[in-house]
C-alpha cells in the first residue's frame, strides 16, 4: 500500500504561487495515476488536476485550467501542483490521491471514490 504526504501550502497573497509535493512510499510509484484534490469549508470535496503513471496525460479542472500545473517525478515518487495566479476562491485543504493503474498506462481520473489513496492535506490560504 502506499502512503501519501503533503507539502507547500501556506498562506499568499492574491495573486502569488504555491507549489505543492506530495511524496509518495510504500508502494510502486510508477504504478500509481495522481491526483490533487481540494475541499473547503462546508463545500464537498472536488477534483483539481490528474495525472497518469508516466505524466504523459493530463486533466485540469475548468476552474485552474491554465493556472495549475500538474507534474510527477517517478525517480523521486512525488507528485507537484504548481499554482500561479491564485485567487481567494482558490482557498482549501488541499489533497493528493493514488489510484493503482497497472493495466493502463495512460488513464486519468476525475472522481474522489476512483481513488483508493489520500494524504492527510495540506491548508492552502489565499488572502485578497
Known amino acids: 500500500q502506499v502512503q501519501l504526504v503533503e507539502s507547500g501550502g501556506g498562506l499568499v497573497q492574491a495573486g502569488g504561487s504555491l507549489r505543492l509535493s506530495c511524496a509518495a512510499s510504500?508502494?510502486?510509484?510508477?504504478?500509481?495515476?495522481m491526483g490533487w484534490f481540494r475541499q473547503a469549508p462546508g463545500k464537498e470535496r472536488e477534483f483539481v488536476a490528474t495525472?497518469?503513471?508516466?505524466?504523459?496525460?493530463?486533466s485540469y479542472a475548468d476552474s485552474v485550467k491554465g493556472r495549475f500545473t500538474i507534474s510527477r517525478d517517478n525517480a523521486k515518487s512525488t507528485v507537484y501542483l504548481q499554482m500561479n495566479s491564485l485567487k481567494p476562491g482558490d482557498t482549501a485543504v488541499y489533497y493528493c490521491?493514488?489510484?493503482?493503474?497497472?493495466?493502463?498506462?495512460?488513464?486519468?481520473?476525475?472522481?474522489?471514490?476512483?481513488?483508493?489513496?489520500w494524504g492527510q492535506g495540506t491548508q492552502v490560504t489565499v488572502s485578497s
Open positions: 490521491a493514488a489510484r493503482l493503474a497497472v493495466y493502463c498506462s495512460s488513464c486519468i481520473y476525475r472522481r474522489p471514490n476512483e481513488y483508493g489513496y
Open positions: 510504500g508502494g510502486t510509484f510508477s504504478m500509481y495515476a
Open positions: 495525472i497518469s503513471r508516466g505524466g504523459e496525460v493530463t
